[in-house]
């Protein structure tokens, strides 16, 4: 079996979410985020390739659309799209200042979003049982916040499906999140088996995006 030179993260690499202005904190995230960053998409690509049956490229979050307020959270991205991931299905581990997030998404610039939308609502109770109790949703990737899987009701589903299929902004994201004092976060290779359980539990969301 291979093993995987994933980086680990610490308390300083949060920090980075502290530091006032855009410039300053841009500068801190290059130079101490985005390097583990990059090096985990390298790293981790070729499992989520051979898991997803094609080509996955990472791609690690830039922010160059930010002029004035700094980023609240970094992340690397795996599509199977050389060129971007925002358009497609994808696969995420990023940072907020609170904790690590590991999670599938179709965010709003997909135009996978009501295909997924209409496939999930046809295969709710498969789904709603093959999703761990502990991960989590959320329908905007721009927030921290997010609902617990086995606190959702058939309702709750029922609601987050309607407003993709008719709320632009409306987006699905689903996974874990690792708090930012979690001993794991300083254990590569628990850290890595940890990624590649979550990718392999959201996997049949990731068929269901197509």
């Known amino acids: 079996m291979t093993v995987l030179d994933v980086p680990a993260f610490d308390v300083a690499d949060f920090e980075v979410f502290g530091i006032p202005g855009l410039e300053p904190r841009m500068e801190a995230l290059i130079s101490r985020v985005r390097p583990k960053l990059t090096k985990l998409g390298e790293e981790l ?16 979050a830039r922010h160059a659309r930010r002029t004035i307020n700094p980023p609240d959270d970094t992340w690397v991205a795996w599509a199977n799209n050389k ?12 940072l907020w200042s609170t904790h690590v997030f590991v999670q599938f998404a179709v965010i709003y610039e997909s135009g996978n ?13 498969a789904i709603r049982k093959s999703i761990p109790g502990h991960f989590r949703w959320s329908t905007d990737h721009m927030q921290p916040e997010s609902s617990v899987h086995k606190d959702m009701s ?12 008719r709320v632009k902004k409306t987006e699905a994201l689903c996974g874990i999140r690792i708090d930012r004092k979690d001993p794991v976060l300083t ?10 359980d979550t990718f392999d539990r959201v996997m049949p969301l990731y068929r269901i995006a197509f």
């Open 45 to 60: 690509a070729p499992y989520l390739s051979a898991l997803c049956g094609e080509p996955m490229y990472p791609h690690v």
């Open 83 to 94: 060129k971007g991931y925002k358009a497609h299905p994808h696969f995420q581990v990023g």
């Open 113 to 125: 979003k009501e295909i997924f939308a209409r496939n999930l609502e046809k295969k709710l109770p």
């Open 154 to 165: 058939k309702q709750d589903f029922e609601r987050m499906i309607d407003k993709l299929q």
């Open 187 to 196: 254990d590569p290779a628990l850290l890595t088996d940890i990624i590649k």
